[in-house]
């Protein structure tokens, strides 16, 4: 039987007089039980608008079915399949402007927490499972991506899931861009960066830091004596200052 609440499962998160005293993530997320009750208010459209609201298409009926029925491993793999940040998106992603604003459940309520429940999903996989994820076969084609924000992280990922040869250049020290630079601690912990990077180097993406394409090497020696193919380019909106010293590269 769906769960015909108006209103979505409220986001657990720390008290005040706690959350002033340090600078650990502000919203606890769900627990299991808490997850499965709340997939348990979608209606599994015919539809299915939500997804049309989504920018990667994720199946989201499809994973909330899962969810409901306490399959969290195979949600996190359905979710995959179109998402290469689940962990991040489930923190960070507008859900509230994108997929959950097509929520039917939201015409006469709250529409069904989805970003909750990506995020739900993505943590407990990353806290459950040891499964590494399975290296596409190589097509023989290599890919520079320049920038690792997540325009670039997300290019990356969907490129090797299909078995391109994918490096991944970042001019600062860490590789995330705005998810390390530009996002607050609180807001979404630097581990959880880390863990999803981990993810698309298991797939076999590469990544150096500290590499300004532009000074340290050209896009025309990339696409000449280094054999990359094709690059994409997702250097963020940001604009660094040089010390002009001798080694700032």
Known sequence: MPNMS??????PSQAPDVRNKNFEE??????????????????????????????????????????AAGEFEQAYQIIQ??????AVCGRV???????????????????????????FVADWHNANSCD?????????????????GPAGLTCAGDLAKRGYDVTVFEALHLAGGVLVYGIPEFRLPKKIVRKEI??????????????????????????GEYGFEAVFIGSGAGLPRFMNIPGEN
């Open 198 to 223: 981990e993810n698309l180097s298991a797939l076999g993406v590469k990544v150096e830091t500290n590499m300004v394409i532009g000074r340290v090497l050209s896009i025309d020696e990339l696409m």
């Open 81 to 86: 399949q179109t998402s290469s940040l689940p």
């Open 26 to 67: 502000v919203a606890l997320g769900y627990s299991a039980e808490t997850a499965m009750e709340e997939a348990q208010r979608c209606l599994n459209c015919k539809n299915k608008p939500c997804i049309g609201g989504c920018p990667v298409k994720i199946h989201i009926p499809d994973f909330i079915a899962k969810v």
């Open 93 to 119: 992603c507008p859900q509230e402007t994108q997929c959950e604003s097509k929520c039917v459940r939201g015409i006469k309520g709250e529409p069904v927490a989805i970003g909750r429940l990506e995020r």
């Open 132 to 148: 590494l994820p399975v290296k596409a076969a190589p097509n023989g084609h290599k890919v520079a991506v320049v920038g690792s």
């Open 6 to 11: 108006l209103k979505k499962h409220e986001m």
